[in-house]
């Protein structure tokens, strides 16, 4: 089973609206996080896995990283959270879709519009398993613990 954009289909005008507001929204996020530094702001919500569990999810540390990433700082990003590299790259990609489908009425077009049930297990099974790694109290494991 594959998700296409032909699954979903939106007007030209709503599709637009849609796609800017999510630029906006994207952006306002990204001033909030680069201006605010998480670790002293008290409106970034915690983690609620780490909070209840002590145990550090896949996501722990993202909100620092992304603040340290913006600030220049990637060795600080990296070892917040080393998916930083990779999630930077996917949310690059939809914002620059986003951007295009808001400026143009059309996405990036890559050939990337199919998402395979395989590319879904597989971002599942790396999140799983980058979340198994990073809470082993054994070095070389403790270098991931946000």
């Known amino acids: 089973m594959e998700i296409t954009s032909d699954d979903i289909r939106v007007s030209g005008s709503s ?11 994207c952006v306002a996020g990204a001033a909030a996080v680069w201006y605010f530094d998480p670790v002293n702001a008290g409106f970034f919500p915690q983690c609620p896995l780490y909070a209840m569990t002590g145990f550090a999810c ?6 620092r990283g992304f603040h340290a990433l913006l600030n220049g700082d990637v060795v600080t990003a990296l070892d917040y959270n080393a998916l930083i590299p990779l999630l930077t790259v996917f949310f690059g990609y939809i914002f620059l879709s986003m951007l295009m489908v808001a ?4 996405g990036i077009g890559l050939g990337v519009n199919k998402f395979s049930m395989v590319l879904i297990w597989a971002t ?11 809470n082993i109290p054994a070095y070389p494991f403790t270098i991931l613990f946000p």
């Open 58 to 63: 896949p996501g722990c540390g993202l909100t």
């Open 103 to 106: 400026v143009r009425g059309k």
């Open 124 to 134: 599942f099974a790396t999140l799983l398993v980058f979340g198994v790694l990073r």
């Open 15 to 25: 599709e637009r609206a849609f796609a800017a507001t999510g630029v906006a929204v």
